[in-house]
C-alpha cells in the first residue's frame, strides 16, 4: 500500500447516522422491536456514535437484558469501548445490572481488555472493581 493510499472505513447499507442515532436510542429505552427492525433493514449492531457508544453500551447500562441478550445473539462486539475506553460492561456494572454483567462475561473475548479503564491493559485479572461488582446477589 502506497503512503498516498486512504483506507475508507465501509459503513454497512442502511446506515447513517440517523439511522445510528435511532438505533442507540431504541436500546436505551428497551424497544426491541426498533432495534429488529433497524437491524433488518442493514443497520450495523456494532455502529458507534460520535462518542464510540454502542447500542449493547446503551442497553447494558440501562439493564435492558433483552436487547442485551439480542445483540450478543446476532454478534454485537461486547468487547466494544467508546471514546473513553469504556466497554458495555463498565456500563452495565457501574450501573448495577447483574444480569447483564453476567450475559457480557459469557461472551467476552479477552478479561485484559476489561482493565483498560483503570489502565491496566495486559492484566488478565480482574480488578478489584469487577470482583465487587461479580460479588453482588
Known sequence: MGADEVIVEQTPSG????????LLEAARYDDLDDVMSLAS????????????????????ANGHYGIVEYLIRNGADVNASNVEKNTPLHW?????????????????????SLNLYDGLSGSEDLNPCWCNCLSLE
Do not use: P
Request: proline share 0%; charged share 20%; hydrophobic share 40%.
Open 15 to 22: 446506515t447513517t447516522s440517523e439511522s445510528i442515532e435511532a
Open 92 to 112: 452495565a456494572c457501574l450501573n448495577g445490572h447483574i444480569e447483564v454483567n453476567f450475559a457480557l462475561l459469557l461472551d467476552y473475548k479477552s478479561l485484559a
Open 41 to 60: 433493514s442493514g443497520v450495523s449492531l456494532d455502529s458507534k456514535d460520535s462518542e464510540g457508544r454502542t447500542a449493547l453500551h446503551m442497553a447494558s
